[in-house]
């Protein structure tokens, strides 16, 4: 199983608008992926630094940064 992090903003966690990676576990749905959504609400590029270590410890295949 290979997993996906989407990390980001709020934009990412999608409580306020489209939550694109719920989308992405839909349209994914039936294969070997995982997504797991990092996104943290009014949240900032600068800030994602901080939460960098957090994404790389799930050990991630891939890795979404929005900002």
């Known amino acids: 199983m290979k997993r996906v992090v989407c990390a980001g903003c709020s934009i990412t966690r999608g ?3 489209v939550d694109y990676v719920e989308m992405l576990r839909r349209r994914f749905a039936g294969r070997p992926l995982t ?3 990092a996104g943290v ?3 900032v590029a600068f800030n994602l630094r ?3 270590n957090k ?3 799930q ?3 891939k890795r979404e940064i929005k900002k």
Do not use: A, H
């Open 50 to 52: 901080s939460r960098l």
């Open 41 to 43: 609400n009014y949240d």
């Open 55 to 57: 994404v790389i410890d």
């Open 59 to 61: 050990d991630p295949d």
């Open 35 to 37: 997504f797991t959504n």
């Open 15 to 17: 409580q306020g608008s």
